[in-house]
Nanobody, 122 residues
């Protein structure tokens, strides 16, 4: 029921910043928790950040905590990932995910976007 489209990826120098956007559509969007995941070549997809439907609860992977910030604007049906102090290790395809509850964001079910490439040069 939820369709997601990521944007905002690109090539940046280490230490730089990017803001990713995930535009969502669907009648149940406002009740969905949202998350960002990433996958580097040859590696499994990993959790980056998640936010509850209200925006009141957020979680971050230890690797990005303090550098990345997830937020959402339900009026615009959009979730954001502000990425600061980027490192080459952050290079990956970033995916947006929607699930009915925050507790299931890392589970097997959910709606995924197609991903946006983030490349951080040394």
């Amino acid at each position: 029921q939820v369709q997601l489209v990521e944007s905002g990826g690109g090539l940046v120098q280490a230490g730089g910043s990017l803001r990713l956007s995930c535009a969502a559509s669907g009648r149940t969007f406002s009740s969905y928790a949202k998350g960002w995941f990433r996958q580097a070549p040859g590696k499994e997809r990993e959790f980056v950040a998640a936010i509850s439907w209200s925006g009141g609860t957020t979680f971050y992977a230890d690797s990005v905590k303090g550098r990345f910030s997830i937020s959402r604007d339900n009026a615009k049906n959009t979730v954001y990932l502000q990425m600061n102090s980027l490192k080459p290790e952050d290079t990956a395809v970033y995916y947006c995910k929607a699930t009915p509850a925050l507790t299931t964001i890392a589970g097997a079910v959910g709606s995924w976007g197609q991903g946006t490439q983030v490349t951080v040069s040394s």
